[in-house]
């Protein structure tokens, strides 16, 4: 099998210790595979994004001695991939506008638990039926219709390599899920699918915060038709107030003045034992010790 595996980063800050992690593990993992490692820059939610921040996280990288083996892709540059995407749902019927707000979707169900990572309500499923009068804003993956079509069970199931068996009922839990925002804006879910695919991703390896999209993106995967790639869902590095790192709990940037601290705090963190001397040896070790390193079963390819 061929691997290619990618780090994914949003240019909505520079590299930190946490995202340093998800970037050095998924480099060792193409790595001990004999595979290719590339990078892709999901600068999809432009409001969010930071001029200037694309170029230097890849310098950032390549600091690190994190070097991508192809081309980098820029999501911003992929419209027209995303549209042919939403179009093959379109013509299919298993997409649909809808017209809710988000206080709309907060006031149809009150009791509605809210998706942890995102603070969203559950999507009732309000606009499944027609917009009523309601003008458009949003295209939603209509989960059932999938689902029915494809004959797939109402639970996903799937394998983390870390984390082992998990599951999800996508329609309940989460419901229809948005792939074109409000705002015009392509939605993470149908972005990381379409560009997976089209980089031949076969191995994603991500921050275990992102692991509760999975089940979303087989779901649609499967319903654009493409294949499904093994996922490991590294360890989070936590802040001061015991939440993942983010810019907000204490997260700076990674100190380029010296890159082999950062990368042995990111080594720490999945379990590698800190090295010393230069960055290409230090990586080495950690490839060779990578299958050992979160306890991961063996590699068949
Ligand atoms: N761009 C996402 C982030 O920086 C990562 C997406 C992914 O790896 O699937 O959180």
Same mark, same amino acid.
């Given at each position: 099998?061929?691997?290619?595996?990618?780090?994914?980063?949003?240019?909505?800050?520079?590299?930190?210790?946490?995202?340093?992690?998800?970037?050095?593990?998924?480099?060792?993992?193409?790595?001990?595979?004999?595979?290719?490692?590339?990078?892709?820059?999901?600068?999809?939610?432009?409001?969010?994004?930071?001029?200037?921040?694309?170029?230097?996280?890849?310098?950032?990288?390549?600091?690190?001695?994190?070097?991508?083996?192809?081309?980098?892709?820029?999501?911003?540059?992929?419209?027209?991939?995303?549209?042919?995407?939403?179009?093959?749902?379109?013509?299919?019927?298993?997409?649909?506008?809808?017209?809710?707000?988000?206080?709309?979707?907060?006031?149809?169900?009150?009791?509605?638990?809210?998706?942890?990572?995102?603070?969203?309500?559950?999507?009732?499923?309000?606009?499944?039926?027609?917009?009523?009068?309601?003008?458009?804003?949003?295209?939603?993956?209509?989960?059932?219709?999938?689902?029915?079509?494809?004959?797939?069970?109402?639970?996903?199931?799937?394998?983390?390599? @870390?984390?082992?068996?998990?599951?999800?009922?996508?329609?309940?839990?989460?419901?229809?899920?948005?792939? @074109?925002?409000?705002?015009?804006?392509?939605?993470?879910?149908?972005?990381?699918?379409?560009?997976?695919?089209?980089?031949?991703?076969?191995?994603?390896?991500?921050?275990?915060?992102?692991?509760?999209?999975?089940?979303?993106?087989?779901?649609?995967?499967?319903?654009?038709?493409?294949?499904?790639?093994?996922?490991?869902?590294?360890?989070?590095?936590?802040?001061?107030?015991?939440?993942?790192?983010?810019?907000?709990?204490?997260?700076?940037?990674?100190?380029?003045?010296?890159?082999?601290?950062?990368?042995?705090?990111?080594?720490?963190?999945?379990?590698?034992?800190?090295?010393?001397?230069?960055?290409?040896?230090?990586?080495?070790?950690?490839?060779?010790?990578?299958?050992?390193?979160?306890?991961?079963?063996?590699?068949?390819?």
């Amino acid at each position: 099998m061929v691997y290619t595996g990618r780090f994914a980063p949003s240019p909505t800050g520079l590299l930190h210790a946490g995202s340093l992690v998800a970037a050095l593990a998924s480099w060792l993992d193409a790595r001990a595979h004999g595979g290719q490692w590339v990078v892709r820059i999901e600068d999809v939610d432009t409001p969010r994004c930071i001029e200037g921040a694309d170029q230097a996280l890849l310098r950032q990288l390549a600091i690190c001695g994190l070097l991508p083996d192809g081309p980098v892709i820029w999501q911003s540059q992929r419209q027209l991939a995303y549209g042919l995407a939403l179009q093959k749902l379109i013509d299919q019927g298993w997409v649909y506008p809808c017209g809710c707000s988000r206080k709309d979707i907060e006031n149809a169900q009150p009791q509605t638990p809210l998706l942890a990572r995102h603070a969203l309500a559950v999507y009732p499923g309000t606009c499944r039926a027609g917009l009523n009068g309601k003008p458009a804003r949003a295209w939603r993956l209509n989960v059932q219709a999938v689902q029915a079509a494809l004959q797939l069970p109402e639970l996903t199931t799937w394998h983390d390599r @870390r984390l082992g068996p998990q599951q999800q009922k996508v329609a309940v839990d989460v419901g229809d899920f948005v792939l @074109r925002r409000a705002d015009g804006l392509w939605a993470y879910q149908l972005a990381v699918v379409v560009d997976d695919a089209a980089q031949n991703i076969s191995h994603v390896v991500r921050g275990e915060d992102l692991a509760d999209n999975t089940p979303r993106q087989i779901i649609l995967q499967k319903a654009l038709g493409l294949s499904t790639p093994t996922y490991l869902h590294t360890p989070l590095v936590l802040g001061s107030n015991g939440e993942k790192l983010s810019k907000q709990n204490g997260a700076t940037p990674l100190d380029l003045s010296d890159p082999l601290a950062a990368l042995n705090a990111a080594a720490q963190a999945l379990g590698l034992p800190a090295q010393s001397g230069d960055i290409a040896t230090a990586l080495a070790v950690w490839t060779r010790a990578w299958p050992q390193a979160l306890a991961l079963p063996a590699y068949n390819p």
